[in-house]
């Protein structure tokens, strides 16, 4: 879906085109659009990660002076211009809420976790979900496709899976337990296995184009696991700052995903102990502050008495903190 730009004489005049040249309107532009961007330039923008408009608006003259060779009043122009082309502007009360309206809220199967969750996992946003090994985090991912296509037979989920737990006959049993057609539900699911961070980086970037270049109705995108590829590769203290800005980048693109499409963005982090803490649980999720501050709602899971799991919410901008409590049985999330 393009971006709708109303380009006006002046902003013509900001991207360094003369007022008689044809320039196609409600076109996304690209970054050879910008003054002085060349071929070359363009290039080396795009090495260095800066490939959108958004990208570039958002970055310092200093960061461009580095990635592309250019001066420092190139850079600015070229930022300049950047913003001119994006909305980055103020949005009232009354537009977000009507943005708001349109959030969906996709089911889990348990009604406990729907509540919990203010009625169900929300479009427009990340989830993140962590908590021990079988605490339920892929199973609640298989669980949202199900949902998700039942609320809406056309629903597509899009699945990147780091650590080959997708399972499809998981996916037939949750259908029959549904009542869906589990042929219908296997279709309606595209799986990618992502073989390193580059590579599910790369994933979260492209699953853009299944909307845009083959119109699929895309409302939920899993990354399972968020981290594990991240803490696999990045070992030791000197690591660390790199790890960090790159995990960064991958939850803004999940972000504007996220928000450019109204679709759910689900993603399962793993936690670890810490041996410094010795009163209450001495567990944290991985990923640190820049998986929790970009997560818009966190949930801890933990297997709770007689095989039942219990989801904290322990971090949201509308739902006040608590519990919920529900088991996974073959057919489903059911509550207790
Ligand atoms: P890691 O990925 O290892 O960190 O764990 P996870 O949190 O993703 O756990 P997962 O969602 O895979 O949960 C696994 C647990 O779900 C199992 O231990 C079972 O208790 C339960 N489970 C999975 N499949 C079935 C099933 O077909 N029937 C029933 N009754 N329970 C199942
Ligand atoms: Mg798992």
Redesign the pocket.
């Known amino acids: 879906m393009p971006k709708e730009i109303v380009i006006t004489d002046e902003l013509k005049v900001k991207m360094g085109k003369k007022n008689e040249e044809k320039v196609v309107e409600k076109e996304e532009l690209t970054v050879m659009d910008l003054p002085g961007v060349g071929p070359a330039t363009a290039e080396k923008l795009s090495a260095a990660g800066y490939e959108e408009m958004m990208s570039i608006a958002v970055a310092t003259p200093g960061e461009l002076v580095e990635a592309a060779e250019i001066t420092e009043a190139a850079a600015k122009k070229i930022i300049y211009a950047a913003r001119s082309t994006l909305k980055m502007g103020f949005e009232s009360g009354t537009d977000i809420l009507k943005k708001r309206l349109n959030v969906l809220k996709i089911k889990t199967g348990s009604k406990n976790l729907d509540t919990l969750m203010g009625g169900g996992f929300e479009s427009g946003a990340i989830v993140e ?1 962590f ?12 669980s949202l496709v199900i949902q998700a296509q039942k609320q809406d037979p056309t629903a597509v989920a899009v699945f990147i899976d780091t ?1 080959n ?1 997708f399972r499809p006959e ?1 996916l037939i ?1 949750l259908a029959k337990g549904a009542g869906l057609d589990p042929d219908q539900v296997l279709a309606n699911v595209k799986v990618a296995r992502a073989f390193n961070s580059d590579h599910q980086m790369l994933l979260a970037e492209k699953a853009s184009e299944l909307i845009t270049k083959q119109g699929l109705n895309v409302r939920i995108v899993i990354v ?2 968020l981290t594990a590829h991240f803490r696999a590769e990045f070992i030791g203290r000197g690591t660390l700052a790199e790890r960090q800005q790159k995990l960064n980048k991958h939850m803004h693109d999940l972000m504007k995903l996220a928000d450019s499409y109204n679709l759910l963005v689900y993603v ?1 982090n ?1 936690v670890m102990s810490r041996p410094d803490v010795f009163f209450g649980d001495p567990t944290v999720a991985i990923g640190g502050h820049v998986v929790a501050h970009s997560s818009t709602f966190r949930i801890y ?1 933990r297997k709770g008495k007689k ?1 039942s799991r219990v989801a904290k919410l322990i971090d949201s901008p509308s739902l006040p903190d608590g519990e919920a409590i529900f ?4 057919d489903g999330l059911k509550d207790v």
């Open positions: 979900c908590g021990e090994f079988g605490s339920g985090k892929t199973q609640i991912a298989h650590e737990t998981r049993d399972d696991s399962t793993q899971l095989g088991i996974v049985e073959t």
